[in-house]
């Protein structure tokens, strides 16, 4: 059974628009905040963390366009009080860690980028003397194509890494080594027709095939 204040609970609550009560709870109305609790507001998610798990509290929210906007956190003062004193107790060991847990990340990234050269350079499969242009290619596929959060072709899991490069070549020689961009520039780009762009898009397919075959070519001697 809840007490009369909620002060046991955990609840959403908005600022009230009642003179009399400071928040309006969609469960009680009109309410005030309990005897011996206090704010604490979202600029620490470690702090903010720790006080949800000592207890009651109720997240503090106000409407925004478009959006809800989180204000804080009320709860009691001393789970408040006891949050802090941890947050300073740790902040030394948290710190080493998220400084560890990045170098692993910028590590990982590293790797990732550099697996995935290896895969465009395998699938370019350039002649000897088209070597430095493959690289040039590779690294800028890369650059792109692995990029974190981007979304595209290099983050895709479900696609293997030999598709994620051969994808990410064709797309990057295609709008970098053949006329594809002009062509849609020059048919309006942003209003062209359907069947237009299947067909630029077809013909520079044909265009990024005859530039692999170009650069594939061994020189007999």
């Known amino acids: ?98 400084d560890r847990s990045r170098e692993q990340r910028t590590r990982r990234e590293v790797d990732c980028r550099q697996l995935f050269i290896e895969a465009v350079l395998g699938y370019l499969d350039f002649a000897p003397r088209h070597q430095e242009l493959a690289r040039k290619i590779a690294e800028a596929v890369a650059s792109r194509a692995t990029e974190v959060g981007s979304g595209r ?31 849609l520039i020059r048919e309006g780009l942003f209003d062209i027709d359907k069947e237009i762009h299947r067909s630029i898009r077809a013909d520079a397919q044909e265009d990024v095939d005859r530039f692999l075959r170009r650069h594939r070519q061994r020189r007999i001697p």
């Open 153 to 183: 072709v290099g983050r895709m899991a479900k696609l293997s890494l030999e598709n994620k490069a051969e994808l990410a070549a064709r797309a990057h020689i295609r709008h970098k080594y053949t006329k594809y961009e002009d062509r």
């Open 1 to 98: 059974m809840s007490l009369s204040d909620h002060s046991d609970e955990i609840l959403r609550v908005w600022p009230s628009r009642s003179d009399d009560k400071a928040w309006w709870s969609p469960l009680y109305g009109d309410i005030d905040t309990p005897s011996g609790w206090d704010s604490q507001g979202p600029g620490d998610p470690f702090i903010t963390r720790r006080i949800k798990q000592m207890g009651p509290h109720w997240v503090v929210l106000k409407r925004r366009k478009g959006y809800t906007e989180t204000l804080g956190i009320l709860a009691p003062v001393a789970n408040i009080e006891a949050a802090k004193r941890l947050a300073e107790e740790t902040a030394a060991r948290r710190s080493t860690a998220r």
